[in-house]
């Protein structure tokens, strides 16, 4: 399964970020509504349900920027590979990090979980979807 989409969902009572990321069997023809928005500017939105066949759940205190909020990017140039599709904001960081976290359309789910897992993060998986 590989990666397609990631939903910033909010922030919690603590304060901790929520984030939806959304794992599909297929590549080939997945789109959702206002992906061709340039720039994205809030406008994409995940995929159809069809598409998506797992959804974890990332809480966490570590503020991720997501291309659906770029105001110089598109969804489909994180498709192309342009940019990622979220990436670790730096912001009020006394050093750059060692290892920046970021996430790429397409991304197999073995390499999401190992790069959440070195930063001591992990998904909270939803039931399995069975789409027909």
């Not at 500017?41 to 966490?60: D, R």
């Not at 205190?61 to 291309?67: E, M």
Request: charged share 30%; glycine share 6%; proline share 3%.
């Amino acid at each position: 399964m590989n990666l397609v989409y990631i939903n910033k969902v909010g922030q919690n009572w603590k304060g901790n970020f929520i984030y939806e990321f959304l794992f599909s069997d297929i590549l080939e023809d997945i789109d959702g509504e206002g992906w061709d928005a340039y720039p994205a500017s809030g406008n994409p939105e995940s995929p159809e349900e069809k598409f998506i066949k797992k959804s974890g759940v990332l809480t966490t205190d570590l503020k991720l920027d997501v291309i659906q909020e770029s105001d110089s990017f598109a969804m489909w140039d994180a498709v192309d590979g342009i940019i990622a599709m979220a990436w670790e904001n730096l912001e009020g960081y006394d050093e750059y990090p060692e290892k920046r976290l970021f996430f790429e359309f397409g991304e197999n789910i073995d390499s999401v979980e190992s790069k959440l897992y070195e930063k001591d993060m992990v998904l909270l998986y939803n039931k399995e979807l069975i789409n027909s």
